[in-house]
């Protein structure tokens, strides 16, 4: 791209630069709240899936042979 469409573009959108501003918030937003909502999720899944679930896992907190020796 040359220097001449480049300042066109530049001129054209400058007075909307609050603007454009504004909606890369939004969109930067949106994608880290997207972002955290999936990391939180499987978060919960791990947790239920490992703590819940010892005859599925042959390791971590709860393991079969650490509940049989709490009893």
Known sequence: ?????LRFIVSFAK??????LIILLVI??????GMTYLYLFGKMVDSLYYNYAPERSN?????NAKIIREK
């Open 15 to 20: 007075p909307y630069k609050y603007r454009f």
């Open 59 to 63: 390791s971590g907190p709860r393991s």
């Open 28 to 33: 930067l937003t949106t994608t880290y709240l």
């Open 1 to 5: 791209m040359n220097e001449k469409k």
